[in-house]
């Protein structure tokens, strides 16, 4: 008796995760949440162009992107590495995203840079 109603338990859950899914898929609200510009991040706004500054910025954020995965494998190492690996992977998810954003950022100063040295 007991694990008929554990079934219609489980069914009835099941049924209503599925409902949801289906109303934000036909109100295409997974549409948005993948397309959705990455929020736009202004990490140079009042600070000036500086070729040589912008050429230490890449190194240094390869470096601290470098630094930051190597932390995160020394960490998920040292805790006993397969029951940790949901932290793990949110760590270089969060990391790569980041880089994407600054990788960006800093593409886009380049190109003023180089818009800047063609002559008018």
Not at 28 to 40: C, I
């Amino acid at each position: 008796m007991k694990a008929r109603g554990f079934i219609i338990t489980m069914a009835t859950v099941l049924a209503i995760l599925f409902a949801i899914a289906f109303i934000g898929w036909y109100i295409g609200a997974w549409d948005k949440a993948e397309s959705a510009p990455v929020q736009e991040t202004q990490l140079y706004r009042g600070v000036p162009l500086n070729e040589h500054l912008l050429k230490l910025d890449k190194q240094a954020l390869d470096q601290g992107y470098h630094d930051y995965v190597v932390k995160l494998w020394m960490v998920w190492l040292s805790s006993g590495a397969p029951k940790e690996a949901e932290q793990m992977r949110s760590g270089l998810q969060r990391a790569r995203a980041s880089y994407a954003i600054a990788a960006a950022q800093i593409e886009l100063r380049e190109k003023q840079l180089e818009q800047q040295r063609q002559p008018k």
